[in-house]
């Protein structure tokens, strides 16, 4: 399975200009099976309350994105926000595939009194879909931080943890993207794709290193971080069969009684 994971620059600025850059990305991607945007794509994470005041319910808001998908023919997995009813904006990444139903994800972790004030936190599992022959599972920012999570992923089949997510600038920020997410892809033996923000908008400075990581903790792409990047990467689990064969710890898991029960 071939992925496109952008980084985008968090100066893009208004819902119009982002949806130009994304439709631009698209067509970059051509030939990939999936595109993956970071967190709030659609509005920018640092928007504040007018995320909230610009959500619709999730067919409106979904439907120029499964348009573009339909067009270039690639799946896509993208940050944004949507409101089913009266009351707080749910922050969730969408899951678009040519021909096929969407799927949707609410955040779960919720980090910091910015998003708790804005966001009402999700409950639901996370889906696993088939992209590209991959199964695939999402998680968003805050959420990889927590190994249950993807943890339980991994228990369900999840092949690959695709994780839009807009990580603010700061030491410990370094240290997640540069170790947390790999480590969380070798000790899951699962590849992980982490798309990230850059740049500076009006509340945050977002840290970038975007990554394409493989079961066996080592980088297939990185981006840096300050720059606006494309990555590509190819997703060949059957590459990485003597590393899984090695490091068997799901197995190990579930032989020892340990694993939690997963739906």
Do not use: W
């Not at 409106?60 to 926000?81: D, F, K, N, W």
């Not at 990889?144 to 695709?162: D, K």
């Amino acid at each position: 399975m071939r992925v496109a994971a952008f980084q985008l620059d968090a100066t893009l600025g208004s819902p119009k200009a982002r949806f130009a850059e994304i439709e631009a990305c698209m067509a970059r991607a051509a030939g990939a099976d999936l595109a993956v945007f970071p967190e709030l794509a659609v509005t920018g994470y640092g928007a504040g309350p007018l995320i909230a005041e610009g959500t619709t319910a999730p067919d409106e808001a979904l439907a120029p994105l499964q348009s573009l998908v339909e067009r270039h023919g690639t799946a896509m997995v993208i940050g944004l926000a949507f409101r089913e009813a009266a009351g707080k904006a749910v922050n969730s990444a969408a899951i678009l595939r040519p021909g096929a139903e969407s799927a949707l994800y609410a955040k779960r972790m919720l980090y910091g009194d910015y998003a708790k004030d804005l966001f009402e936190a999700g409950r639901a599992e996370p889906p696993i879909v088939d992209i590209g022959g991959l199964a695939c599972g999402v998680l968003v920012c805050f959420d990889v931080e927590f190994p249950e999570l993807v943890r339980s992923l991994a228990l369900r089949g999840a092949a690959a943890v695709i994780v839009p997510t807009a990580l603010p600038r700061s030491p410990g920020a370094r240290f997640i993207a540069e170790h947390l997410v790999p480590v969380r892809a070798f000790e899951n033996q699962v590849f992980l794709v982490y798309a990230d923000h850059c740049g500076t908008d009006s509340r945050f400075a977002y840290q970038g290193l975007s990554s394409i990581v493989a079961p066996d903790g080592s980088l297939l792409a990185a981006a840096s971080d300050t720059e606006a990047a494309m990555l590509v990467a190819e997703l060949n689990l059957s590459a990485y069969a003597d590393c899984r064969a090695q490091n068997p710890y799901l197995e190990e898991l579930r032989r020892a009684g340990l694993a939690p029960k997963c739906d």
